[in-house]
């Protein structure tokens, strides 16, 4: 077979055997492109075997990359060049499992790339954002306390924004204080809600008269006869509106996200003594090296206790 096949074969596993996202799926398929057709034109041939991959190939194709136009007038970022040789060796190893000769994924190092920065808010920060909506009640009670619910979900929990707009009501076990939630690559876990998210969810349904499935609803354009609500259901959009508008209000100059509040509930964990597994179980992260960027703020308050308590000698 060639590496066409092999390539649309490989995808299929990721999808199938390996339960993959669609997005994952989609960069794969990108990446992987890109090295075959480079390797058509540096071999000078339509078909490409797995025979033809070997460490000069690969050389020559890190070489382009570092040389590729991103479009903007600028070379693509080295994270961005370690997501191809990270695609490539993926199906490499699919290669090997397959017992079809190639280069061996192992001999394939990834570049050195700065390590990935993230935004997230001090506790006074997350406290100052989460009082917010009470501070400047909209003239609906529902939408103050529904912001209630988003603000005070996302630090409790650590859902992405995705995985919150799509919580229905009857997945919330208020009694518990725990849930199911399904993330990227269809992976099952266990979330858990604060006393006072607990609340705010609490408050919001009690007040709502409607039926509708989904935990989060907007108020606003027509009201169609629709039993379940799905056309109700809040946007991830809008809830990224909201919190921009929140953050303002609360004065912090920060580019606040939902994905912001999320980085805040690991860093807090960590800060507060929570070991990274645990972590990354709490995040549904599939890799711990994805949990592990959180690690340096850790380090940091390592460094300021070290300070404090051992660097006293006179």
Same mark, same amino acid.
């Given at each position: 077979?060639n590496l066409e096949e092999l390539i649309d074969?490989?995808?299929?596993?990721?999808?199938?055997?390996?339960? #993959?996202?669609? +997005?994952?799926?989609?960069?794969?398929?990108?990446?992987?492109?890109?090295? +075959?057709?480079? =390797?058509?034109?540096?071999?000078?041939?339509? $078909?490409?075997?797995?025979?033809?991959?070997?460490?000069?190939?690969?050389?020559?194709?890190?070489?382009?990359?570092?040389?590729?136009?991103?479009?903007?007038?600028?070379?693509?970022?080295?994270? @961005? *060049?370690?997501?191809?040789?990270?695609?490539?060796?993926?199906?490499?190893?699919? +290669?090997?499992?397959?017992?079809?000769?190639?280069?061996?994924?192992?001999?394939?190092?990834?570049?050195?790339?700065?390590?990935?920065?993230?935004?997230?808010?001090?506790? @006074?920060?997350?406290?100052?954002?989460?009082? =917010?909506?009470?501070?400047?009640?909209?003239?609906? *009670?529902?939408?103050?306390?529904?912001?209630?619910?988003?603000?005070?979900?996302?630090?409790?929990?650590?859902?992405?924004?995705?995985?919150?707009?799509?919580?229905?009501?009857?997945?919330?076990?208020?009694?518990?204080?725990?849930?199911?939630?399904?993330?990227?690559?269809?992976?099952?876990?266990?979330?858990?809600?604060?006393?006072?998210?607990?609340?705010?969810?609490?408050?919001?349904?009690?007040?709502?008269?409607?039926?509708?499935?989904?935990?989060?609803?907007?108020?606003?354009?027509?009201?169609?006869?629709?039993?379940?609500?799905?056309?109700?259901? +809040? @946007?991830?959009?809008?809830?990224?509106?909201?919190?921009?508008?929140?953050?303002? *209000?609360?004065?912090?100059?920060?580019?606040?996200?939902?994905?912001?509040?999320?980085?805040?509930?690991?860093?807090?964990?960590?800060?507060?003594?929570?070991?990274?597994? $645990?972590?990354?179980?709490?995040?549904?992260?599939?890799?711990?090296?994805?949990?592990?960027?959180?690690?340096?703020?850790?380090?940091?308050?390592?460094?300021?206790?070290?300070?404090?308590? #051992?660097g006293t000698r006179k």
């Amino acid at each position: 077979m060639n590496l066409e096949e092999l390539i649309d074969e490989f995808l299929e596993y990721c999808e199938i055997e390996r339960g #993959h996202s669609e +997005l994952t799926i989609r960069n794969y398929e990108h990446y992987l492109g890109r090295f +075959l057709e480079f =390797a058509r034109k540096e071999k000078r041939k339509d $078909s490409i075997k797995p025979s033809d991959v070997n460490l000069e190939l690969v050389r020559k194709y890190r070489l382009y990359l570092n040389r590729l136009d991103s479009g903007h007038g600028e070379t693509i970022k080295k994270i @961005t *060049q370690n997501y191809h040789i990270i695609a490539l060796r993926a199906f490499l190893k699919y +290669l090997a499992k397959k017992d079809i000769p190639t280069l061996a994924a192992e001999k394939v190092e990834l570049g050195d790339a700065s390590r990935k920065s993230f935004t997230f808010l001090e506790i @006074t920060e997350v406290e100052n954002l989460l009082r =917010a909506p009470e501070k400047m009640p909209n003239p609906n *009670q529902l939408i103050t306390l529904r912001d209630k619910v988003i603000l005070e979900t996302l630090f409790s929990t650590g859902l992405r924004v995705s995985e919150l707009v799509n919580l229905d009501r009857k997945q919330v076990n208020l009694a518990r204080g725990e849930f199911m939630v399904r993330g990227k690559g269809d992976k099952e876990r266990i979330v858990f809600l604060s006393d006072t998210s607990k609340k705010a969810i609490s408050d919001y349904l009690k007040l709502r008269k409607d039926t509708y499935d989904p935990l989060l609803v907007h108020y606003g354009g027509a009201n169609d006869d629709y039993e379940d609500g799905e056309y109700m259901r +809040l @946007t991830t959009r809008s809830v990224q509106r909201m919190i921009k508008k929140y953050a303002k *209000q609360a004065g912090i100059t920060k580019n606040v996200t939902p994905h912001v509040i999320r980085h805040s509930f690991a860093t807090d964990l960590l800060i507060n003594g929570a070991d990274i597994r $645990s972590v990354q179980e709490m995040l549904g992260h599939s890799s711990i090296t994805t949990t592990q960027i959180y690690t340096h703020v850790t380090n940091r308050q390592l460094r300021e206790v070290h300070k404090a308590f #051992h660097g006293t000698r006179k």
